[in-house]
């Protein structure tokens, strides 16, 4: 009954390949997140979507693209991968876009490029 | 971007002894939330702060929101192993639909 579910937990690949992130959440949620978190364990945003729609796009590069089939889901799709891409991402969902609603976290893809 | 600065950034105590971490900005927040992070999984919430000066208690943990709404702080009375983890502090951004992340505090309590 895991409530947001990301896959992989670990991917490792090699400069220049495209790679993909699924999320999903079974918490009825409208909003989803992607987040990155650095080797200093800094969370910065990197997507928002509310109700499959965007709503959120910070100064990420256009290698990174992502998608949302429905509201329960969200993946991440990188194509190019450098080596500065290596973090974990994490997905989240929330009730509402506000910034009162609380989020909950998957448990993180930890991906490593070569 | 509303940047939230914690301090210490690293912690390591022995069991039983009280902590203080602190969540500071220039900026004034409606509302700011803890979460805490452990190894391999992603951060929880353990609570949100609402009202200047409010103060919330959960169980050993204690949270108080500055009365001017920039800062934060999180206390911590008879640290525990299981304690041990990254608290981070988060505040709306200005797009007010995603939470910026201070940076955390990693705390260590040995037994």
């Known amino acids: 009954d895991t409530a947001v579910s990301q896959t992989p937990k670990y991917l490792v690949t090699q400069m220049g390949n495209d790679k993909s992130i699924k999320c999903e959440q079974n918490l009825g949620h409208d909003t989803m997140y992607w987040y990155k978190q650095d080797s200093k364990k800094f969370l910065k945003i990197m997507f928002s979507?509310?109700?499959?729609?965007?709503?959120i796009n910070e100064t990420v590069p256009n290698r990174f693209s992502p998608k949302s089939p429905d509201k329960a889901h969200l993946n991440l799709h990188i194509n190019s991968l450098e080596l500065g891409d290596s973090a974990v991402y994490f997905c989240a969902s929330s009730r509402a876009s506000s910034y009162n609603s609380p989020l909950h976290f998957g448990n993180g893809t930890r991906l490593t490029v070569t | 971007t509303q940047l939230l600065e914690q301090s210490p950034q690293f912690l390591s105590i022995q069991e039983g002894e009280n902590l203080t971490v602190y969540c500071n900005s220039s900026s004034v927040f409606s509302s700011l939330q803890w979460y805490r992070q452990e190894p391999g999984e992603g951060p929880v919430l353990l609570v949100t702060v609402v009202t200047g000066g409010e103060v919330k208690k959960l169980k050993r943990l204690t949270f108080q929101f500055g009365d001017a709404r920039k800062d934060s702080s999180l206390h911590i009375t008879a640290a525990q192993p299981g304690d041990t983890g990254l608290y981070l502090c988060?505040?709306?951004?200005?797009?007010?639909?995603?939470?910026?992340f201070g940076k955390g505090t990693s705390l260590l309590v040995t037994p």
């Open positions: 979507y509310n109700n499959k729609e965007l709503i």
């Open positions: 988060a505040g709306a951004g200005n797009s007010g639909y995603a939470l910026n």
